[in-house]
């Protein structure tokens, strides 16, 4: 499950570093505003997979 969790998170990353260097290429605000979004779904994506993880790790030590 993580690596496919991780594999997903690089690919978004990935994602969103093609459509910042699309902006930069091309100037249409479109490309900056898609990469912004982007970001910022790997980012809440990534604090739940962590999230998660803390309370797996919470409960199972207990």
């Known amino acids: 499950m993580f690596s496919v969790v991780r ?3 690089m690919l978004l990353l990935v ?3 093609a459509c910042f ?5 091309t100037r249409e605000p479109r490309w900056l505003r898609l990469g912004l979004v982007i970001t910022k ?3 809440i994506a990534g604090l ?3 999230g998660v993880l ?3 790790q ?4 207990a």
């Not at 260097?21 to 290429?25: C, I, K, N």
């Not at 919470?58 to 030590?61: D, E, L, R, T």
């Open 7 to 9: 594999v997903l998170v």
């Open 48 to 50: 739940v997979f962590f």
């Open 21 to 25: 260097g699309l902006y930069l290429f």
């Open 58 to 61: 919470s409960f199972s030590g």
């Open 15 to 17: 994602a969103s570093a």
């Open 54 to 56: 803390i309370v797996e």
């Open 41 to 43: 779904w790997t980012v």
